[in-house]
């Protein structure tokens, strides 16, 4: 089974490793990829770059067997659309391999805006993983998604290659990435929010209004 955690991580944080690592247990996978989406050129410029994005990523997750980075996005370029990265995979793994999809509730409430996210059951499982304070909302394609394709444990998901959701409610960190940008643009630490290596690329690149290290 593959399974895929898409997402900005702009900057990555402890919030996303923890998801990772309570996936990867909950769905007895030895590994999940993260996906990092590309920013356009157009709306780079208040946060960090494709590069610097991938950088923190392998930062983050160096020396941990579970996670993974997977660039395809970045280097496709241009705008990254979920139902391409899935139908490269699916390509790459052949149709009868499981592909699973990891998002919070608050990116898929908007599930019935991404492009041909019809298309999207069809080539992968959903894992919807509930974060406090984003629901579903009540009649939306995403919800009706839910309720029509739920099962009840992550071992059915073994089964088949596509088409199931499945929720997780784990333990979440109350960590957001627009929150580590805000104290760093006033001037406050992101220490213990973000491994330390990563903060000190933050640093050490000027990320999100930081001062540089060499002008500290
Ligand atoms: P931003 O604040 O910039 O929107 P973010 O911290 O929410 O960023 P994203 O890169 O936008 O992170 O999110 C990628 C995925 O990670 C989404 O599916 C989102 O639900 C999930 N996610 C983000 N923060 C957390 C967290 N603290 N715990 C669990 N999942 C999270």
Same mark, same amino acid.
Not at 1 to 6: L, T
Not at 30 to 37: F, Q
Not at 147 to 155: H, N, T, Y
Not at 168 to 178: H, K, M, N, Q
């Given at each position: 089974?593959?399974?895929?955690?898409?997402g900005?991580? =702009?900057?990555?944080? $402890?919030? $996303?490793?923890?998801? +990772?690592?309570?996936?990867?247990?909950?769905?007895?996978v030895?590994?999940?990829?993260?996906?990092?989406?590309h920013?356009?050129? $157009? @709306?780079?410029?208040?946060?960090?770059?494709? !590069?610097?994005?991938?950088?923190?990523?392998?930062?983050?997750? !160096?020396?941990?067997?579970?996670?993974?980075l997977?660039? %395809?996005?970045?280097?496709?370029? /241009?705008?990254?659309?979920? !139902? =391409?990265?899935?139908? %490269?995979? @699916?390509?790459?793994? *052949?149709?009868?391999?499981?592909?699973?999809?990891?998002?919070g509730? =608050?990116?898929?409430?908007?599930?019935? &805006?991404? #492009?041909?996210?019809?298309?999207?059951? *069809?080539?992968?499982?959903?894992?919807?993983?509930? @974060?406090? *304070?984003?629901?579903?909302?009540?009649?939306?394609? !995403?919800a009706?998604?839910v309720?029509?394709?739920?099962? /009840?444990?992550?071992?059915e998901? $073994?089964? #088949?290659?596509?088409?199931?959701?499945?929720e997780? +409610?784990?333990?979440?960190? =109350?960590?957001?990435?627009?929150g580590i &940008?805000?104290?760093?643009?006033? *001037?406050?630490?992101? #220490?213990?929010?973000?491994?330390?290596?990563?903060? %000190?690329?933050? &640093?050490?690149w000027?990320?999100?209004?930081?001062?540089?290290?060499?002008?500290?």
């Open positions: 089974m593959h399974v895929i955690y898409g900005t991580f =702009d900057p990555i944080h $402890h919030g $996303h490793l923890r998801l +990772a690592l309570e996936v990867s247990e909950a769905l007895e030895s590994r999940v990829h993260l996906v990092p989406s920013i356009p050129p $157009h @709306r780079g410029s208040t946060g960090a770059s494709s !590069a610097q994005r991938l950088e923190m990523i392998r930062q983050a997750i !160096a020396g941990e067997p579970a996670l993974a997977d660039e %395809q996005e970045v280097h496709r370029g /241009g705008a990254s659309y979920t !139902a =391409d990265t899935l139908r %490269q995979l @699916r390509a790459e793994l *052949g149709p009868d391999c499981p592909l699973v999809m990891v998002v509730t =608050d990116a898929f409430s908007s599930f019935d &805006r991404w #492009r041909e996210w019809q298309e999207i059951p *069809g080539l992968a499982h959903i894992v919807v993983v509930r @974060r406090p *304070g984003s629901e579903l909302p009540v009649g939306s394609e !995403a009706q998604l309720a029509e394709r739920c099962v /009840g444990s992550a071992s998901l $073994h089964s #088949r290659p596509a088409g199931l959701v499945l997780l +409610a784990p333990p979440l960190l =109350d960590i957001s990435a627009t &940008r805000r104290r760093i643009a006033a *001037g406050r630490s992101p #220490r213990y929010l973000t491994p330390d290596d990563v903060c %000190q690329s933050i &640093r050490a000027g990320l999100y209004g930081a001062r540089p290290v060499e002008s500290q």
